[in-house]
């Protein structure tokens, strides 16, 4: 029982890593206040990500800002670049989840798939960038062509991403008993599995495989 609380048991790595997302989800949430800092903050955050998905524990807060401060301009226009198509991505979701659409089912559904195609391109850019130095147009063309290598993945890590939306929109009562758990550790934990899936398929392209800390190499 002594070992249990030892501060090298299983447990309280466990917990450690729990309060390292926590931390991780409210700083990322109270960046994303600023609204023009939502860029910087999510790079930050998916490489606090990458770092934990390999087994390393970074002092959350202070790598946090850190790295938001280093990639701020490249995240400030790097979200304005996303920002028409993902504003238009979640005006054609609410008109097909309010059956605006129904009328028209063709133009529902290539909402649908104009939806998928821009959460998968998000879902890619951000972690793109704190993986590898590139500029903004090669992360982007980067962030276009590489989930279609492996297109299973990308739709994966995109659902993930949208979920909280997905049951915002068609469950919403469920959602409305669970919303606290996004509130809590969800953005970072979603950010933590998909680091984790994402990690294995840039390590396979070559040079993801450094630590947060390192710096960034090409694609």
């Not at 109270?30 to 990500?49: H, R």
């Not at 529902?108 to 590139?134: D, R």
Request: net charge positive; charged share 15%.
């Amino acid at each position: 029982m002594r070992n249990l609380f030892n501060l090298d048991s299983p447990l309280m790595r466990i917990l450690e890593r729990v309060a390292d997302l926590i931390a991780l989800n409210l700083v990322w949430l109270g960046c994303c206040l600023g609204f023009v800092t939502i860029g910087p903050a999510t790079i930050a955050k998916c490489s606090i990500a990458r770092s934990m998905a390999r087994g390393d524990s970074p002092p959350v807060l202070r790598r946090f800002f850190e790295i938001f401060r280093e990639s701020f301009v490249f995240g400030l226009k790097l979200f304005c670049c996303l920002l028409v198509p993902t504003a238009l991505a979640g005006v054609y979701l609410l008109l097909a989840a309010s059956g605006g659409l129904d009328g028209n089912l063709l133009l529902k559904y290539l909402c649908y798939i104009g939806v998928a195609v821009i959460a998968v391109v998000c879902t890619f850019a951000y972690p793109l960038a704190a993986h590898f130095e590139n500029s903004l147009g090669q992360t982007l063309r980067n962030a276009v062509l590489l989930p279609l290598g492996n297109p299973v993945l990308a739709l994966l890590t995109a659902v993930l991403n949208l979920l909280p939306l997905i049951l915002a929109l068609y469950a919403t009562a469920f959602f409305s008993r669970i919303w606290i758990f996004w509130l809590v550790i969800g953005f970072s934990g979603t950010a933590l599995v998909n680091a984790w899936l994402l990690g294995r398929f840039f390590g396979r392209l070559g040079g993801s495989g450094e630590k947060a800390e390192s710096p960034r190499r090409r694609l």
